[in-house]
């Protein structure tokens, strides 16, 4: 069994960054790809970025692409997402997916089998 925790969300003027973290607990980390998904009001969940077991390959959606960074600490069991030149339109429930999949290609929700609670992320305009 793999628990996710996000932390690090909270309230951002646009144009500004705010860091998301990950932190996992299980005995198998290092072998999970990690994703970022988040569902803003009304819409329905949505990719964001992914990262496989090594951090040799990451996708990320169009949306995100240029600003927001997926990374990873397999020693500190932890997932990374830095979020710059936030939108208001990036204002969502931001939620760490963990999955045994190899990321051959851009990652579909029910291809991860451990989510966390998820962390809300505002952004102001």
């Known amino acids: 069994q793999v628990q996710l925790v996000e932390s690090g969300g909270g309230l951002v003027q646009a144009g500004g960054s705010l860091r998301l973290s990950c932190a996992a607990s299980?005995?198998?980390?290092?072998?999970?790809?990690m994703g970022w998904f988040r569902q803003a009001p009304g819409k329905e969940r949505e990719f964001v970025a992914a990262?496989?077991?090594?951090?040799?390959?990451?996708y990320y959606a169009d949306s995100v692409k240029g600003r927001f960074t997926i990374s990873r600490s397999n020693a500190k069991n932890t997932v990374y997402l830095q979020m710059n030149s936030l939108k208001p339109e990036d204002t969502a429930v931001y939620s760490c997916?963990?999955?045994?999949?190899?990321?051959?290609?851009?990652?579909?929700?029910?291809?991860?089998?451990?989510w966390g609670q998820g962390t809300q992320v505002t952004v102001a305009s």
């Open positions: 997916a963990a999955g045994l999949l190899p990321l051959w290609t851009i990652p579909r929700i029910h291809d991860f089998d451990y």
């Open positions: 990262i496989n077991w090594s951090g040799g390959i990451t």
């Open positions: 299980g005995r198998t980390f290092s072998s999970y790809a």
